[in-house]
């Protein structure tokens, strides 16, 4: 492969690895509690949510910042979990998710106007979100009276787990003093709601003999299985030890289609937006500036949707382009996806699709917890942001004129998109124009780093519904898969296969249309015959 | 869409023409119309989605569903009541549709445009049918397909377009004179939903506000349920019906988990507009009353 599209390559993983390094901490949805007064922490939060049918599997990740001694959490859950129920699991999943599903950055590369070897490169880095800080606070114990049960107690992995029934909050909250855990103030408020709601309390601690014995460092994440009607994901415990705004991001794997919460509005981020070449340098920055300025627009009381694909085992575009490998049978299991059947070799059968929500939610826009519901909405969405690279080499034929002149007017837009995205005052981009400039008085640019390969102009083309299209393709010796074998990683096109899931859609439709005939005919008839009987 | 232009009326008027007597009559007859406002509400709402909540424009769907519920109603009408200032129906219909039902599949567009006209022909009992058509379309076809959904949080929260719903759609109301339906409806379903909610979990009052400041709510309150032909036609049957309507849409809601809860509500208990019509003599309603 040509050096230059490594050299670039490689600048895209080390900003990736720069991203991941700048990764802020996580929380849990559930309030921390301190058994000491350490400095605690709740910040961005990341949950999977599984959920088929009335079943819901829900995994946590704790990126806890302070002695791990202190660390303990309640969490809400709809009934006593059995021992069974409950699994830790390795946090790399999380780190899976994240990059298969994270916006990403596209890279194109005009075609010289005056040369016709040219080739197109993409490629992409994955940001990660804004976080924010804020303190838990403790609260003076009243006198004790027990209402409080203990319904389970189990040791899992380096957790020590109590289930937890009350009658009422005042009990629970003196209940949790007296153990010796330090809860914030006005979470008697805040568990009064899920007492009458007949919830029981997932109260964990870390057993330090177990993390001792397992030599780990960080906390492992946390995952629960319940049977429920409800579909939903309790936030506001979370809110009682935060004053500030926090950041979650949620991972739903559902079988039939996209998910949405009821109770808020979901808006989709900004996507398939043309910015400037320079973005790249710090495209994790950017995507943080274009969710600010999202939130600014949109309201704060919103969801916003980051990334939607059907990940069905007959699905043949897992991802387009691909940021990272698109999770494997043994993931999604692992996530609690438990209607997948394995067919061979990393392959699957059955439906399954990934919605990758993002909120950032405080007390005061957020006074309900999030409801979820499935759609059949199958429609793939993804946060994608195109940079084009002006043509390389010489550019002194007739043509280059009129080139340049486009290209001034393109990246003109382009800022004009970046500060509608981000808000950002562009005129200091002044010469990101005036580069263009620049083309024209040197009037020439040295051909040195010319790509040998062949031509390959591509449109930007929105990601179809689970269709193939024709921004990647097998074989070609795009960054795509290249990024993936140079990072010892699996290559993407094994995922590829014929797509058949059009096929689904058209069962669907020949279904409605059924109806639809079926209902023209019994009506027509009934009301024919109504009419004759007036007759 | 469909809009319904008003008439152009010219300052001096010399001798007019029989044709503009026609234009003027008709559009005359559609001004006293409540649905003619009905429609241009809806039209609003529909354009401030498209617009400032920036959903997805699927043109296709839209005309489908318009040209469905048209046709729909020409065919009908023609076959029975000939009275073609119908197609006001139709489009409110066909506004509704469009404001509430979601689907990517064109035959489920088409099967729900036309559920929902040929419900008011074929339901029908002494000249009065007894289901929402827009209710009876939307809830048959998720029954039947699976492949639509309602989306109760598209409207957000914002206090600015539920002023602008609840105003509009209480405007309508009076029109209509149907004031009572949603009176009784939003006072059974708050109300029971306050007691659960507030006085009894212990949620901050805010947490009820949030669930009333949704859009689909107020759609739902002054669009839909307080719909004056398919609902009771005596007043008191009326109140107590649409109480109920509320009663299970927050047992719906609160032990059953059901997203939409009012939709659903409304749609099982419709068939029971019939009954209490039977009990309780009143005459029906009539769009334009002279």
Redesign the interface.
């Known amino acids: 492969m040509d050096s230059k599209i490594k050299t670039t390559m490689k600048k895209f993983l080390l900003l990736a690895a720069l991203a991941l390094g700048m990764q802020p901490a996580y929380s849990f949805c559930g309030f921390y509690v301190a058994k000491a007064d350490a400095k605690l922490f709740n910040t961005t939060t990341q949950v999977i949510v599984t959920r088929s049918g009335q079943h819901s599997t829900i995994t946590m990740s704790s990126d806890f910042k302070g002695d791990v001694k202190d660390f303990a959490m309640v969490v809400p859950v709809p009934k006593v979990l059995q021992r069974d129920d409950i699994r830790v699991v390795e946090r790399v999943l999380f780190d899976k998710l994240d990059a298969y599903s994270g916006p990403r950055l596209v890279e194109y590369w005009d075609q010289n106007p005056c040369y016709t070897a040219q080739m197109e490169v993409k490629s992409m880095s994955t940001p990660r979100s804004a976080m924010s800080l804020s303190k838990g606070e403790s609260v003076n114990a009243d006198e004790e009276t027990e209402t409080v049960r203990i319904e389970a107690k189990y040791t899992v992995g380096e957790y020590d787990i109590l289930i937890l029934s009350a009658e009422e909050?005042g009990g629970l909250e003196r209940w949790l003093i007296r153990n010796g855990y330090k809860i914030p103030e006005g979470a008697r408020?805040v568990l009064?709601?899920y007492i009458?709601?007949n919830m029981k309390f997932f109260v964990v601690k870390v057993n330090l003999e177990e993390l001792d014995k397992s030599g780990m460092q960080l906390l492992r994440p946390l995952q629960v299985s319940f049977d429920s009607?409800?579909?939903m994901l309790p936030i506001r415990l979370g809110m009682a030890n935060s004053h500030g705004t926090q950041d979650m991001i949620v991972y739903l794997l559902t079988p039939n289609g996209r998910v949405?919460?009821?109770?808020?509005?979901?808006?989709?981020i900004p996507t398939d937006r043309n910015i400037p070449e320079f973005i790249q340098d710090d495209f994790g920055d950017f995507y943080v500036d274009v969710y600010k300025m999202a939130m600014k627009r949109?309201?704060k009381?919103?969801i916003f949707l980051e990334y939607a694909w059907n990940i069905s085992g007959n699905t043949g575009v897992k991802c387009d382009p691909c940021t990272g490998n698109p999770p494997i049978l043994a993931d999604l299991q692992e996530a609690g996806v438990n209607w997948l059947t394995n067919n061979g070799w990393n392959s699957y059968n059955g439906n399954a699709f990934f919605t990758r929500l993002h909120v950032s939610y405080d007390r005061e826009h957020f006074?309900?917890d999030l409801?979820f519901?499935e759609?059949?909405?199958?429609?793939n969405f993804q946060g994608r942001y195109i940079i084009t690279h002006p043509a390389t080499g010489s550019l002194k034929c007739s043509e280059a004129k009129s080139y340049l002149r486009d290209l001034k007017q393109r990246r003109t837009l382009e800022l004009q998109e970046l500060a509608w995205l981000t808000g950002r005052d562009v005129s200091k981009y002044d010469n990101y124009l005036n580069k263009v400039q620049g083309y024209l008085q040197e009037d020439e640019i040295i051909p040195e780093q010319l790509p040998d390969k062949p031509t390959q102009i591509h449109q930007v083309t929105k990601p179809a519904?689970a269709a193939v299209t024709d921004t990647v393709s097998i074989g070609q010796p795009v960054v795509t898969t290249g990024i993936n074998k140079d990072s010892g990683a699996i290559d993407q096109s094994q995922f590829i296969e014929e797509g058949s899931d059009p096929a689904v859609?058209e069962a669907?439709?020949?279904?409605?249309?059924l109806?639809?005939a079926a209902?023209?005919l019994?009506?027509t008839v009934?009301?024919?015959y109504?009419?004759r009987k007036k007759a | 869409m469909t809009t319904v232009s008003l008439p152009s009326i010219p300052l001096k008027q010399t001798a007019p023409e029989p044709m503009f007597h026609t234009v003027r009559r008709i559009a005359g007859r559609i001004v006293s119309d409540a649905r003619f406002y009905q429609i241009l509400f809806l039209s609003v709402f529909l354009m401030y989605g498209i617009a400032v909540?920036?959903w997805d424009v699927d043109a296709w769907k839209f005309a489908l569903t318009v040209g469905t519920c048209f046709i729909t109603q020409l065919v009908?009408t023609a076959?029975?009541s000939k009275d073609y200032y119908s197609l006001l129906s139709a489009s409110i219909s066909s506004l509704s549709l469009c404001l509430m039902l979601?689907?990517?599949?064109?035959?489920?567009v088409?099967?729900a445009a036309?559920?929902s006209i040929?419900e008011k022909?074929?339901f029908?009992v002494g000249g009065k049918h007894f289901f929402n058509p827009t209710n009876f379309g939307i809830c048959l076809?998720i029954l039947?397909?699976?492949?639509?959904?309602i989306?109760?949080?598209?409207?957000?929260?914002?206090g600015f377009l539920l002023l602008l719903i609840g105003s509009l759609g209480l405007f309508v109301l009076i029109k209509v004179k149907r004031f009572d339906t949603a009176a009784a409806f939003l006072i059974s379903y708050v109300g029971l939903l306050s007691i659960r909610?507030i006085f009894?979990?212990?949620?901050?009052p805010?947490?009820l506000?949030?669930?009333l400041q949704?859009g689909t709510l107020l759609l739902f309150t002054f669009f839909m349920i307080t719909d004056p032909v398919s609902t009771p036609s005596h007043p008191w049957a009326r109140i107590g019906w649409a109480a109920a309507v509320g009663a299970l849409a927050f047992v719906l809601q609160s032990y059953?988990?059901v997203?939409?809860s009012p939709l659903w509500a409304l749609f099982m208990l419709s068939p029971f507009t019939l009954l209490l019509d039977r009990l309780f003599k009143h005459s029906n309603f009539k769009w334009t009353q002279k």
């Open positions: 909050s408020q009064e709601p009458k709601s009607p409800k579909f949405e919460t009821v109770n808020y509005r979901t808006v989709k949109e309201g009381n919103n006074p309900q409801v519901q759609t059949p909405n199958r429609e519904m859609m669907n439709a020949g279904n409605s249309y109806y639809l209902s023209i019994l009506s009934l009301v024919l109504r009419n | 909540l920036g009908f076959a029975t979601k689907t990517g599949v064109a035959g489920v088409a099967l036309f559920l040929a022909f074929v029908r076809t039947l397909t699976g492949q639509a959904w989306s109760p949080g598209q409207w957000g929260n914002n909610h009894y979990q212990g949620w901050p805010d947490f506000l949030h669930q949704s059953y988990f997203n939409g």
